[in-house]
């Protein structure tokens, strides 16, 4: 070890590398010793000489002063063309490096001119932005900053065309590398929240583009550095890669109590950074965007969203509208908008929403829960969203235990992400397979929770999961009933798996220990299967192969079977629910006059809607049309015919805010009634517009069947459907076109799938012919896949 190298780790001071403000001060005395050092050997090199128009000048982390013990130097030799001769040049250049390389130093040196720096940086992106750091380290300082300033002002003058440029190469660098936040062995430079992506927000603050987010994300810069400093240390070598088996020595010398607790920092640094260098980024393009010539003011392109949000330059931003201090939902509203829209929410947003929305009560109200399942459903866009939402700290108000799993490392060779991440790649997978099970927005609950038992300490993650779920559904104020089946499913996460690979499929024993962990329940036993593909498949390729998927196919269809025929005759006969009809005074005077009577009341954000009309064909299409036009979005609904009455009751979420009002909804029935359809008119240019909706979920084929053991006087059918504006209409349209009277029907909206059952029959009463219940089944797939 050379005495320069061995001065670099001296001042190091590995004795104080955990106390606070040390690594700051550690970076600014390696950078003092370089200078001073490099000044040295410029000295002797000159011999006595002065050398008019020739400088050193430092780039990279020596210019930038966060350079570690063993980081290699960046130089250039910078001259004037009229100064010395070329040979002389290379001469002295070489007096200058060979002392370098002589002292164990790693070297990246080059010899330009000011004009051949300002060419290099037109023609290579990496050095342009290298180049923006230049700083003089001795000799003709007015030959540097000619150079540097040369640079900028090119950097600055071609943003519009380099940033592009920039963009491609940062993407295609993360995707190379991946996430260092959900890295086993992460790379702290290159990957993804690194340290190659601060040069990145550097560059372009240069620009003059965008301006960049500071305290946490330098404070997250400085983890970065230490651990990477340690490395130094602990290796002896000048790498920037943190291996298994140096991450014990480097947790000890930065005074962490294990590894795990250093790669939940390192992870947790690296989310800040790459969430910083993606909006950024993002705002950089949007800037660059607005510098177009425009003729007149620019005024902000605003596109309205729902729930006071609008779209306005790729993210989510909140209006005036929005009431975000009595709202304690607005939250929700705004996640599920944004990542069913698959943009972000703006930072601004973001930060108002956690210091602004009040806490939800507990438990919460019906309408969060069912904006948390919708979430949930939303697809690839949760991931952006909920990764911003947990920096702002929004997450961690809903689900207080997220922390324990927040960018916590796993140890399984088979996981690619952190525990938090795969919790949330698994909710997007579970996503995908919404349409196969009864009860999606348990199957969204269950994807979440399944691993929120892997806490320190803990022998079994599946047990503590399990009563780790409980409290958090206890808290959501999730039913009794939905809440032990979720519990179940988190405690047998693994149950399904393990008996299909480890045990013979078709062995009664196999099956009957898969029946016992599901309760003997064939929904448990669906939702088991979906989550445990969910599971494995977020965790990577080596955990869900074509050999695993085909074990867990068989034993779940085994198992399946043996449940039905188990069961085969005890399914008691699903039922219509009698309602009692009581009618006061105002609502006996409406209907004598002929006018539907409309009530309203709201609770905790969402608003029951009941309608008593006389029962007419498409009355219950009209009425769903009629909500669909006003922008709401059914969450639920009981549709009765008593002696010739309509009985409906609906319940409806606002995205705009509006509650209904029962004397609007009354006259509009009326005016259908009689022919005039223009109150649906709205309904009908929001479907021509093509806005999305808080509504939308995922544009799978719909699925409709006829449950022929439900009723002896009506015929059953099933319908499963991503939810739409207007689908309750068309479905509603499509069942009075074919001569049929809906005598009730049950709504129900989970994680954007609508479960809907209607009791149909022929005008005048009576099951349908097998013939006209196909027909009838066909005509409703067709509708809800249509338009």
Known sequence: MTDV????????????????????????????????????????????????????????????????????????????????????????????????????????????????????????????????????????????????????HDWRANARTRLSEMHESVLARHARQGDLAHLVEPDLKEAHGGLRDMSVLRALTAAWLTDRPHGEVDLAHERLLDVRDAIHVVTGRGRDRLTREDQDACAALLG????????????????????????????????????????GPRRPQLAPLGYGLYRH????????????????????????????????????????????????????????????????????????????????GVVERWIPEWRAVRSRPQRNAVHRHTVDRHLVESVVAASGMVRDV???????????????????????????????????????????????????????????????????????????????????????LDLLRALTEADASAAGPKAWSDWRAGLVVRLHAACRAALVAAHEGDEPQALEPAPSLSLNDDALERMASGEPYVLVSSLGGAHRVDVVDRDRAGLFADTAGLLAAHGFVVRSAIVRTVDGLAVNEWWVDSPGGETPLPAVISRDLMRVATGDRSPLGRLQRRRSSGVRSPGTGHPDSARAMVISSASDTATVIEVRATDRPGLLQDIGITLARASLSVRSAHIATYAGQTLDTFYVTEFGGGRLAPARAAQAVAMIIDTCDGP
Not at 22 to 32: I, P
Not at 267 to 291: C, E, F, K, N, P
Not at 442 to 471: F, R
Request: proline content about 5%; glycine content about 8%; some cysteine.
């Open 256 to 295: 962490y109590t294990d590894s795990d607790d250093l790669l939940t920092d390192v992870s947790t640094s690296a989310r800040t950074v790459a969430y910083a260098v993606d909006g950024t980024l993002r705002r950089a393009l949007q800037s660059q965007r607005a510098r177009t010539l425009r003729v």
């Open 438 to 524: 009864a009860r999606p927005d348990l199957l969204m609950l269950a994807a979440l929770l399944h691993d929120i038992g892997k806490v320190p300490g803990s022998t079994d993650h599946s047990v503590t999961g399990a009563q780790v779920a409980d409290t958090v559904l206890r808290r959501m104020g999730v039913p009794d009933a939905d809440r032990e089946i979720v519990v179940r499913l988190v405690r047998e996460h693994l149950t399904l798996v393990e008996l299909a690979t480890r045990r013979d499929p078709e062995d009664p024993a196999t099956i009957s220990a898969l029946s016992d962990a599901v309760g003997g329940s064939v929904t448990t």
């Open 5 to 152: 190298t061995s001065r670099r780790l001296d001042l190091a001071g590995t004795r104080s590398f955990a106390a606070p403000g040390a690594g700051a001060q550690r970076r600014r005395a390696l950078a003092e010793f370089g200078f001073s050092w490099l000044q040295d050997l410029w000295r002797d090199a000159c011999a006595g000489r002065r050398h008019e128009g020739v400088a050193l000048a430092a780039v990279g982390s020596l210019a930038r002063g966060d350079g570690g013990p063993l980081s290699d130097y960046d130089l250039v030799l910078v001259h004037h063309p009229r100064g010395l001769s070329g040979k002389e040049v290379g001469a002295f250049a070489d007096k200058l490096w060979y002392p370098i390389w002589d002292a164990g130093v790693r070297l990246d040196h080059s010899v330009r001119t000011v004009s051949e720096c300002r060419a290099v940086a037109s023609d290579d992106l990496s050095a342009a932005v290298g180049l923006l750091d230049l700083t003089h380290v001795a000799g003709d300082a007015d030959v540097v900053n000619a150079a540097r300033s040369t640079v900028a």
């Open 313 to 392: 330059d790729g993210e989510a931003v909140l209006g005036p509208s929005a009431d975000l201090a009595s709202d304690p939902v607005i939250p929700l509203r705004a996640a599920l908008v944004a990542a069913r829209g698959g943009i972000p929410l703006s930072p601004t947003t973001l930060r108002n929403l956690s210091e602004q929305a009040p806490s939800l009560p507990e438990p919460w109200p019906e309408v969060a829960r069912g904006l948390f399942s919708d979430l949930l459903a939303a697809g690839p866009g949760l991931v952006t969203v909920w990764e911003g939402l947990d920096l702002a």
